[in-house]
């Protein structure tokens, strides 16, 4: 068990990285697999939505 008093040890040394290793992120195919599922099922509920305020009977 601890009492409080213990002093940790923290290490500060940072990995410092060239500018020249740097490599842009590749975009994960997953991401944008959903970013085009959701882009159609917009549409989709666009285009019922439409449909259903063409079948809509205006005359109550």
Same mark, same amino acid.
């Given at each position: 068990?601890? /009492?409080?008093?213990?002093?940790?040890?923290? $290490?500060?040394?940072? #990995? =410092?990285?060239?500018?020249?290793?740097?490599?842009? #992120? =590749? =975009?994960? =195919?997953?991401? /944008?697999?959903?970013?085009? @599922? @959701? /882009?159609?099922?917009?549409?989709?509920? $666009?285009? @019922?939505?439409?449909?259903?305020? $063409? !079948?809509?009977?205006? !005359?109550?």
């Amino acid at each position: 068990m601890s /009492t409080g008093k213990e002093q940790l040890e923290v $290490e500060e040394d940072f #990995p =410092v990285s060239d500018p020249e290793e740097i490599v842009e #992120p =590749v =975009v994960e =195919v997953a991401k /944008t697999n959903l970013a085009k @599922r @959701r /882009t159609i099922d917009a549409l989709l509920a $666009e285009k @019922r939505l439409k449909k259903e305020l $063409e !079948d809509y009977p205006y !005359d109550l």
